[in-house]
């Protein structure tokens, strides 16, 4: 058994103790270290904002600005003019409340009261604190909100893609960027987008991100994160696509998640998507005035986004219409993928630890580790490594099975899609832990060659230290 493992699940069973069974753990699985989530820091300037106040204010306790825009502004007004050192924590606090916005400047011209969205946060060692507060079951697990103190941020345009949001955490070309930031106590809600897009929180190259204690509600997604390190907590995530996405990250800006004590439940596909590949659509900065900083040219030419590590613990992941949690490789087919950089080959690589989870009920396994996008349209063998490990998590009544371990796209494998449109990985491994037997009876898709196109796929799959002899199983 796993001593760490054993001590972390018996410590998330007892209320409020989730971070303190993490700091006892010190390092984590594969290395992380976590402690630089839970970092105490110097707290040096507080703003307001009240959406119910007559005239706009100055960001004072007794004059609140009406918007989180404006609070926003001065917090980045003061890191830029060094009034505030970075060293010193800026916390806006915003009351309960409506705060309608839009990213359309029509809309905002009309609407003077209306935030600028995305509400960018591209000021360091920031907190943005709304009033709502959740309340809990049993295990601790949030359920809905405790009426009066919602703080309610929401919009009526329609995001068509992931790269809309209601926040957004990234760094521009002046110098700004939205590390150590926190988002806390807000409902975030997409009015009318399609519930295949946009995100509620939006996240790309920044670093000891903390998103807690919000409610989001509709719209496609609820965190989705590019390149980023930080934390995902004790949220509560309703309706849309996929509640957290946590894609690749570069050496120059790792993903590494820590996402922990969050109910996603009821959502149309996956509820977790832990995916390798970073690709993404152009992030809209909408009705800033600002222009983001490009990606670093290493990253085109030798290090791409293709690196995830998650620590998913004591989670509500269920009744989901695709997967509980979903572990893959390539992204669908947003731009082109080049798997062949200077340096060779790119390999993407996966490593999750998993534990006290819940994935039941969902209606394509609890959970699944697959290729997904590997098109056939890539005149180059797609390869990949994935390392996991689980222990405690409950997997009941999902669909077909408990687990699905595949070299191609589940869908493929299940006989949804075509394999003249994607294909299976080639010199890939999958290496998966199951410390307690939770995920036995799990299906997997591992032949020896392509039955598309005879090529020999040479994918090898360990079970607890053992190789799996190639082949396939799929629950009937």
């Given at each position: 058994m796993n001593t760490k493992f054993d001590e972390l699940t018996k410590g998330l069973a007892r209320s409020g103790t989730r971070r303190e069974s993490f700091n006892r753990l010190g390092v984590g699985f594969a290395g992380i270290v976590l402690v630089w989530l839970f970092a105490v820091q110097g707290h040096a300037a507080d703003l307001y904002a009240d959406a119910s106040v007559n005239?706009?204010?100055?960001?004072?306790?007794?004059?609140?600005?009406?918007r989180i825009t404006d609070a926003v502004e001065h917090a980045r007004v003061l890191r830029q003019t060094a009034a505030i050192p970075v060293s010193e924590r800026i916390v806006i606090h915003v009351a309960a409340g409506t705060y309608l916005g839009s990213k359309e400047t029509p809309v905002l011209n009309h609407n003077p009261r209306y935030e600028a969205l995305p509400i960018l946060l591209n000021v360091p060692n920031l907190t943005l604190a709304g009033s709502t507060v959740l309340t809990a079951d049993a295990r601790g697990l949030p359920v809905g909100m405790v009426p009066g103190t919602e703080t309610l941020l929401a919009t009526e345009d329609n995001y068509t893609d992931t790269g809309k949001s209601l926040i957004l955490l990234s760094r521009s070309t002046d110098g700004g960027v939205g590390d150590d930031v926190t988002v806390s106590g807000f409902h975030l809600d997409s009015l009318n987008s399609h519930p295949q897009s946009g995100a509620a929180i939006r996240l790309d190259r920044v670093s000891r991100f903390a998103i807690s204690q919000n409610l989001m509600t509709r719209g496609g997604f609820g965190c989705y994160a590019t390149r980023a390190s930080g934390s995902v907590e004790g949220n509560l995530i309703t309706g849309g696509f996929s509640g957290v996405v946590a894609k690749g990250g570069s050496r120059e800006h790792p993903s590494q998640c820590f996402i922990v004590g969050n109910r996603r439940v009821a959502g149309l596909s996956s509820g977790f998507v832990i995916e390798a590949d970073g690709l993404a659509p152009q992030i809209d900065v909408g009705a800033n005035r600002v222009e983001l900083e490009p990606l670093p040219v290493a990253e085109v030419r030798d290090d791409?986004?293709?690196?995830?590590?998650?620590?998913?613990?004591?989670?509500?992941?269920?009744?989901?219409?695709?997967?509980?949690?979903?572990?893959?490789?390539?992204?669908?087919?947003?731009?082109?993928?080049?798997?062949?950089?200077?340096?060779?080959?790119?390999?993407?690589?996966?490593?999750?630890?998993?534990?006290?989870?819940?994935?039941?009920?969902?209606?394509?396994?609890?959970?699944?580790?697959?290729?997904?996008?590997a098109l056939r349209s890539i005149n180059h063998p797609l390869t990949g490594q994935f390392q996991g490990e689980f222990q405690n998590n409950t997997l009941a009544d999902n669909m077909p099975a408990a687990a699905m371990f595949t070299f191609t796209a589940v869908a493929v494998s299940l006989g949804n899609a075509s394999l003249k449109d994607i294909k299976y990985l080639q010199q890939a491994t999958y290496d998966i832990t199951d410390l307690d037997g939770e995920l036995v009876g799990y299906d997997y898709d591992n032949p020896v060659t392509d039955p598309f196109d005879g090529s020999v796929l040479n994918n090898t799959l360990i079970v607890n230290g053992t190789i799996i002899p190639p082949g396939t199983k799929i629950t009937p």
């Open positions: 005239a706009n204010g100055d960001g004072s306790g007794a004059r609140p600005y009406w791409p986004p293709f690196t995830t590590e998650a620590t998913v613990v004591g989670n509500e992941c269920s009744d989901n219409g695709g997967t509980g949690m979903k572990c893959f490789m390539y992204s669908p087919s947003i731009k082109p993928i080049n798997p062949l950089v200077s340096s060779g080959t790119v390999v993407p690589r996966l490593t999750v630890m998993a534990a006290g989870n819940t994935f039941s009920r969902n209606r394509t396994y609890g959970v699944v580790v697959d290729a997904n996008d």
